[in-house]
C-alpha cells in the first residue's frame, strides 16, 4: 500500500516537473510561428498610416528577422539576436507611448490571427513588455 | 436608475461610437469605483482613467447602482486622465433609505412615540485628484515595482441637517439629518490615498493577474454617506483595501475586493469591512460593464447589508 502510493506520487510529480520543461519557444512552434506572427504584425504595422512612415527606409524583411530573432531569444528560443539594442534603434525617433501601444496591439492582433492562444499571447508580452521604456522618447538620451 | 440617468448612458454610448478612445490596451483604466475615481468597484487603482496615453487626454463617464433592498445607492460622474498622469473626477451619490429604515431610527428616538416617517434620501458631492507617481503596472515586467498613484478626494455630505419631516409633514428634529442624527458631527472631509496596482501579464496559468492596494486616510463614517467624524472621534483613521482579479480572457476580468473601515459612531452606524466579488466585462475600448455582489457589513437596522452591483462605464 506504501509503495503504491509512493509509485503514484512520483508518477504525479515527474508529470508535473514534465510540463514547465517545454519552453514557450517550443509550446508555441518555434520560430516558424512568431515568422508567421511578424510578418502579419509588420505588415499591419507599415499599413497603418500613423506609424508606416517610422520605418521608412527600413525594409519588412529586415524588421520581421529581427523581431522574430530577438522574441525567440526572449522565450527560451535558441536563438542569438544579432540586431541593434532597442535603444539604438530607435534613437531620435522619438516613439510616442501612444505609437507604441499601437505597434503593441498590432502584434497581439497577429498572434490571435496565427492562432496562439490568449494565455500563449500573454506570456510572449511578458517578454517583450519590458523593451518599452527603451523603446519611447529615446530622442534625447545619447547627447 | 432614473430616467436622466438611462438617457445620459444612452447619449454617451452612441457618441463615442464615432469618437475615438485613447491608445493605451484595453482594461487598462480598470472601471470606475462608486466614489468616481478609476478603479476596483469599491477602491481607487494607481491607475488614470480613460484609455489616455502620455500623450493623450482622455476621459470616462459612468454610473453605478447598489441594490440593498432598504437602501438603493446610486452614483454616476465623470472624470478626466490627462497624460496618464493626472486625474481629476466628480461624482454625485444618492443613498435612498426607505421608510421603515427612518422610522425605525425615530421609533428608537423617541422610546415608540413615533413609529412611522416618509423615507429619504443622502446625497454625497465628491470631487477627487490623482497624481501617479511612478511605475508601470503593465509594461514594467520582471520586477516587483507598481505603479503608485496618489489621491484626494474632497467629499460633501448634502443631507447632513437636511430635516426629516414626519408623514403629517411636522418636523420633530429640525436640521437634522440622518448622518447628525447617527453622531456625525461633519457635513464633509477629505480622503487622502495612496495606491499600488501591479498586472503580471500571464501571472495566473497564461492569464493576466492583477494586484492593488490602497491604504487610506479617512474620517468618513460608511464613505461619507453617513457623514464625518463623531463628538469622541474627529481624527484621521488608516483604512485598507484591496483588490485581485483575474482576467481568463482579454475582454474579461474576474475578482474580488476588500475594504476595512473604522466604526466611529458605533451603535446604529456600526461599521464593517465591505467585500465583493466581481466580474468586470470590456467589449472593446468604448465602454464596460460590471456585475458584483457587494457585502457593505452592515447599515443602520440592515444586519446584512448587502446585495447586486452593477456598474457601467463609457470611455470618451
Keep these: 500500500m506504501k509503495k503504491g502510493l509512493l509509485v503514484i506520487l512520483v508518477v504525479a510529480l515527474t508529470a508535473c516537473a514534465g510540463q514547465p520543461s517545454v519552453s514557450l519557444y517550443d509550446e508555441i512552434g518555434g520560430s516558424e510561428t512568431l515568422d508567421k506572427v511578424f510578418g502579419l504584425a509588420v505588415n499591419r504595422i507599415y499599413n497603418d498610416p500613423k506609424l508606416g512612415p517610422h520605418f521608412n527606409g527600413v525594409p519588412k524583411s529586415h524588421l520581421r528577422k529581427m523581431l522574430t530573432e530577438q522574441t525567440c531569444a526572449l522565450i527560451g528560443g535558441p536563438c542569438t539576436y544579432t540586431g541593434k539594442s532597442m535603444r539604438e534603434s530607435h534613437q531620435e525617433r522619438n516613439v510616442t507611448e501612444a505609437e507604441f501601444y499601437a505597434v503593441v496591439e498590432h502584434v497581439q492582433q497577429a498572434m490571435r490571427l496565427i492562432g496562439l492562444t490568449y494565455q500563449q499571447e500573454n506570456r510572449i508580452l511578458a517578454a517583450l513588455a519590458p523593451l518599452k521604456k527603451d523603446i519611447i522618447y529615446q530622442q534625447t538620451t545619447t547627447i | ?267 446604529l452606524a456600526e461599521e464593517k469591512t465591505v467585500m465583493d466579488v466581481f466580474i468586470a466585462y470590456f467589449p472593446d475600448k468604448h465602454w464596460s460593464l460590471t456585475a458584483a455582489y457587494v457585502d457593505l457589513g452592515r447599515l443602520p437596522f440592515d444586519e446584512k447589508a448587502s446585495g447586486l452591483y452593477l456598474s457601467a462605464t463609457v470611455n470618451l
Excluded: C, H
Excluded at chain 2, 493623450?56 to 459612468?62: F, L, P, S, W
Design chain 2, 1 to 267: 436608475m432614473n430616467f436622466k440617468q438611462i438617457m445620459g448612458l444612452f447619449v454617451l454610448t452612441t457618441s463615442t461610437q464615432v469618437v475615438a478612445t485613447g491608445s493605451s490596451l484595453v482594461a487598462s483604466g480598470g472601471i470606475t469605483s462608486f466614489e468616481g475615481t478609476a478603479g476596483g468597484g469599491i477602491t481607487p487603482w494607481a491607475v488614470i482613467a480613460g484609455y489616455g496615453s502620455a500623450e493623450e487626454i482622455n476621459g470616462t463617464a459612468a454610473l453605478q447602482q447598489l441594490d440593498l433592498g432598504e437602501y438603493q445607492l446610486r452614483t454616476f460622474g465623470a472624470a478626466i486622465g490627462i497624460y496618464d498622469r493626472v486625474e481629476l473626477s466628480v461624482q454625485r451619490q444618492n443613498l435612498k433609505v426607505e421608510s421603515g429604515v427612518v422610522g425605525n431610527v425615530f421609533n428608537l428616538l423617541t422610546a415608540g412615540a413615533i413609529q412611522t416617517a416618509p423615507g429619504t434620501d443622502i446625497e454625497q458631492d465628491i470631487v477627487g485628484l490623482k497624481v501617479r507617481l511612478f511605475g508601470d503596472a503593465i509594461f514594467a515586467q520582471g520586477t516587483w515595482m507598481p505603479q503608485v498613484s496618489a489621491g484626494v478626494q474632497y467629499k460633501k455630505n448634502r443631507d447632513f441637517a437636511t430635516s426629516l419631516p414626519l408623514s403629517d409633514g411636522a418636523i420633530p428634529l429640525p436640521d437634522t439629518g440622518v448622518p447628525k442624527l447617527l453622531g456625525a458631527t461633519k457635513d464633509s472631509g477629505t480622503d487622502i490615498y495612496l495606491s499600488a496596482s501591479k498586472l503580471w501579464l500571464g501571472g495566473a496559468m497564461g492569464n493576466n493577474l492583477l494586484l492593488n492596494l490602497t491604504a487610506r486616510m479617512t474620517k468618513a463614517n460608511t464613505f461619507g454617506l453617513l457623514g464625518f467624524e463623531s463628538a469622541n472621534d474627529d481624527g484621521y483613521n488608516l483604512e485598507w483595501e484591496g483588490s485581485l482579479a483575474v482576467l481568463p480572457s482579454s475582454s474579461t476580468a474576474i475578482g474580488i475586493e476588500w475594504r476595512t473601515q473604522s466604526d466611529r459612531l458605533g451603535g
